[in-house]
């Protein structure tokens, strides 16, 4: 097949954008803009890796700042959230094999994620504003250095991504619970509490015989759990853009608010409370869910200790409501006991949980040897690695020894935040991706094997070297956040430039396999309506 | 009190060996997967040893850093260890206000850094000449942000503010301000 043929119509046009449903449209929507976005954050990525080895002339410390704020966020809610909320959009039904509850709500979650993104994004890249993702009180509100009009907009932004994301939270326990149309009245209650692990947990206290069947798979009670955790983080995100946007509009009309009425410190616990319902509450349930769902789609067996993971991912969401203050262990005036109990104690519960998800998955997978080493496999495989390695490192730092010497040093950001996103989280959504490629596009061909091996190697060596140069450079003292600007870490940093650019060849290969086996026609295709029925799943003749 | 950076070199060891370890075994399981093995049956005592070594794991590695690593108690205790001296530090519109141009510290002496912060929340770190941490700490402002550290070697300590408080404040840096000397 010539190349101008498959780049317009797809490897071998297997790939009929009027064959999709909704659905699968919907989906597709979600995972092309997850990687655009992702692609954003990759290029942003590059130019910072390159302004870490010698600062470029012509961008300002401003403009350095401003994508240093916009990376994370454009990285984790506009590529990260695009495709955990498609593929969960479409898995719940798909699993639980009944129609979503609302393809609208899909829609405008779909749109308020993608336009919302877009606006903070801009208003960053031309007000500048740029307090960071953490958004220290009172930074926010600093207006000797902020433009108050660029931060309403970048706030509004964020907010559309909240209030699409509450509806993508609506969705899917309504999805859960509800009873579709013609169905025999269905146990929404009872589904729920099986969902969140409330009658799980019940029959911890019953007898035997007493004990009540779990209703919905773990994967979708995964889902669920992720979800409560998905549902806190978007209401603390939006009363605290709320509360910065109050700010920025007393000072718009002239009459500047006191911002010590805000307990700087209460406030440091209340957002990283909120934050941390995402690192340490969605991603790693999230992530748990699907590679149980990975491990037994690619073996086809039952997984191995199911109640144990299930009674697993319960402690999890309760650990990740109170590890919060783990992040706070540099800061003199946070009380002792939160530092000892929550940010200690109860954060060395992550190692537990996510460990067990560790050895429950290695097992599934084992007990269905020999496996051919498809690109879901290997991918999951990358995942799994990717948190074996970034969880220690981060229960090393919350520690209050090894933190007062690793606090906001490039050991935090590089071998436990990076590895954990590109290698642990990333790898997983690229195995999801793998594995529901074929069913999602009716049957399209992968253009080349060759890339998907390439995009594997490149993408698992560029991560953990660039986290691991990263690391070696916090150990030495390097600090995020800041610019060097004469060269101190230039070995470090240029080794971890290379394997950046590794990661972005990765991701250019794995854009360039996707599009050549859609073709152009496909991807545009994607963006078209369907004139299926919104409540099919996949074609009526593949049910 | 043992210096930190033997501490950081103690970790580097212990991460690495680690991360090699985990690569290898990674490595090693997906070769293996891949083929026919004798038993493909796991054992659930070798599960439960793996949850019980996991948790020995989380809950021991913070009493071992607390009974190794001097500074942790220090720290906890503070407000019951009397300071051989005392700095009083001011940080407001992205400066550090110092007591005196330099400030100077016995080896052996136990030195208390109170800083308070006039306006946004910044970090407070004292740097070797090779720009390694030797410890930091937050400034949040309205709070009380104090440490204490025991110098036992002497040398030259540059301030640096390790936190961001916008990019006004990405070069608050003191250099060589902080000198440890001999008696």
Known sequence: ?543 | MVDSQVVLNGQTIAYTCYAIAIILVMGWFGYKITRSGKSSKISHALFYSFTGFLVVLGVSLHIVTYNTIPWAPMDINRDDIKPDKVFNITVEDHQFILPSEKLIINVGDKALFDVTSNDLTYGFGLFRNDNSMLFQMQVVPGHRNDILWQFNKSGVYTIRSTEYSGPKGAQMILKDVVEVTAK
Not at chain 1, 153 to 168: E, K, P, R, S
Not at chain 1, 382 to 388: E, K, M, S, T, W
Not at chain 1, 482 to 502: K, P, Q, R, S
Not at chain 1, 522 to 532: A, M, N, R
Request: proline share 4%.
């Open chain 1, 1 to 543: 097949m010539s190349f101008k043929n498959a780049f317009m119509n797809g490897e071998q046009g297997l790939f009929k954008p009027a064959s999709l449903t909704p659905m699968q449209k919907l989906i597709l929507r979600f995972v092309v803009i997850g990687l655009i976005y992702y692609g954003f954050a990759v290029i942003e990525g590059m130019i910072m890796r390159i302004y870490q080895i010698e600062p470029i002339k012509a961008i300002s410390d401003f403009q350095y700042f401003t994508l240093l704020t916009a990376h994370p966020l454009v990285g984790i809610i506009g590529s990260t959230y695009s495709l955990v909320f498609g593929a969960f959009l479409f898995l719940v039904p798909f699993l639980m094999k009944k129609p979503l509850w609302s393809f609208k709500l899909g829609n405008w979650t779909f749109l308020l994620v993608t336009i919302g993104t877009l606006t903070f994004w801009l208003a960053g890249f031309i007000s500048h504003y740029a307090p960071l993702y953490t958004l220290y009180w009172p930074l926010p509100a600093d207006f000797s250095q902020f433009n108050p009009v660029g931060g309403s907009i970048f706030i509004i932004g964020i907010a559309l991504v909240m209030v699409g994301t509450v509806f993508f939270v609506i969705n899917i326990f309504k999805t859960i619970a509800y009873t579709p149309e013609g169905w025999e009245k269905q146990p929404g209650g009872a589904l729920l509490a099986s969902a969140i692990g409330y009658s799980g947990l019940r029959n911890l206290f019953r007898k035997k015989k007493e004990q009540v069947k779990h209703l919905v798979s773990l994967p979708v009670a995964a889902i669920a759990r992720g979800t409560v955790d998905t549902a806190l983080n978007a209401g603390v995100l939006l009363f605290t853009g709320v509360l910065i946007l109050v700010y920025m509009i007393a000072h718009l009309l002239g009459g500047d608010l006191k911002d010590t009425a805000i307990d700087a410190l209460l406030y440091k616990n209340w957002f990283w409370w909120g934050l941390d319902l995402i690192a340490d509450g969605l991603v790693l349930i999230f992530v748990a869910g699907t590679w149980y769902l990975l491990a037994t789609m690619i073996t086809g067996k039952k997984l191995f200790m199911q109640n144990i993971a299930r009674a697993a991912l319960l402690v999890e969401l309760v650990v990740s409501w109170t590890v919060w203050s783990h992040h706070l262990l540099s800061d003199q005036a946070q009380p002792g006991f939160l530092k000892i109990i929550s940010g200690e104690m109860v954060t060395a519960f992550e190692l537990i949980t996510q460990g067990l998800a560790f050895y429950i998955t290695l097992a599934t997978l084992w007990s269905a040897r020999p496996l051919k080493m498809s690109n879901e496999l290997k991918f999951l495989l990358g995942g799994l690695l990717g948190f074996a390695l970034a969880v220690p490192a981060g229960i090393m730092q919350a520690d209050i020894g090894l933190n007062r010497i690793l606090h906001n040093t490039q050991w935090i950001i590089g071998p436990h935040v990076h590895v954990a996103i590109l290698i642990g989280l990333t790898m997983t959504l690229y195995s999801a991706v793998y594995i529901l490629f074929p069913i999602v596009t009716n049957g399209a061909k992968l253009y080349s094997q060759k890339l998907a091996n390439f995009h594997f190697w490149a993408h698992l060596i560029g991560g953990i070297g660039m986290g691991a140069f990263m690391g070696m450079a916090g150990l030495e003292g390097m600090l995020r956040r800041t610019i060097y600007l004469n060269g101190e870490f230039n070995l470090y940093m240029i080794l971890a430039g290379i394997c950046g650019a590794l990661l972005l060849l990765a991701f250019l290969a794995f854009f360039y396999n996707i599009v050549m086996s859609l073709g152009l026609k496909g991807v545009i295709g994607i963006f078209t309506p369907s004139k299926l029925n919104v409540k099919d799943l996949v074609p009526s003749e593949q049910k």
